[in-house]
């Protein structure tokens, strides 16, 4: 899923109209079937033999193996289960940089979009929360009709948020989320990365598993500039003025630790 999504192109996803339909053309195609769960039941399909112990249903008794082993095995079924996923998405005035007709939000928005109609295809329980410096938004994770567009309508307002702290909230939310599932964190991580790894640790404390998108403007990845420019901060960092050849190397060098430390 994440191989799929990660080579969205933003121009194409910018020219559709309405999230729905975004998220439809992300997905449809790419759906491989429902995940499994470890857990054993009767409802769905053959999953393993085992031996016969007392106290087992002697129904599930496969006599065809008896008959050819002399021994009593019962069938094991895999079921299917409901999994509770919270996409957990950065609003900081960073995620508004663009270098093209498409903001690091808003590509981060049709992501989150597509992603919450994957896991709403497969009947499972979806649910969303945006951030700042605190936790903006919490719509908690349903799976019933109606759910999936009060998600997608909440996705196509977003507007960053005027200070940002991403420790704190995600903290935040690592509390407020009591069910174990999976949690998807959607920022471009630009903050201090032991916040970030101690919150991350703490969902995981929590029994979630963990699936982060790292959002990035090809810009930011590149550093393309080769004329004198003004570097406005987004966050309260003031502007800076620099003669692109002079910081490219310490800034991708930058880059580069801060991005090789979060992995």
Known sequence: MANVLRFIDPKILASISGMELR?????????SGLHKSPYKGFSVEFA????????????????????????YYVKEFEEETNLNCHIVLDLSNSMSFSSNDLTKLEYASYLAA???????????????????DKIETHIPAQVRSGHLQSILLELSQLKTAERT???????QVADAINKKGMVVLISDLLDDPEKIIHAIQHFRFRG???????????????????????FVGLEGEGDFTAIPYNVRDDYLTNLKEHITYLE
């Open 23 to 31: 998220a439809k053309t992300v997905v449809e195609g790419f759906l």
């Open 48 to 71: 393993e033999y085992r031996q016969y112990t007392p106290g087992d249903d002697p129904r599930y008794i496969d006599w065809k193996v008896f008959g050819r082993f002399d021994r």
């Open 114 to 132: 597509s992603l919450a109609y994957l896991i709403s295809k497969q009947r499972d329980g979806i649910g969303l929360v945006t951030f700042g």
């Open 165 to 171: 702290d991403i420790g704190l909230p995600l903290h």
């Open 208 to 230: 979630h598993e963990v699936l982060v998108f790292n959002i990035f403007d090809a810009a930011e990845i590149t550093f393309p500039y080769q004329n004198t420019i003004k």
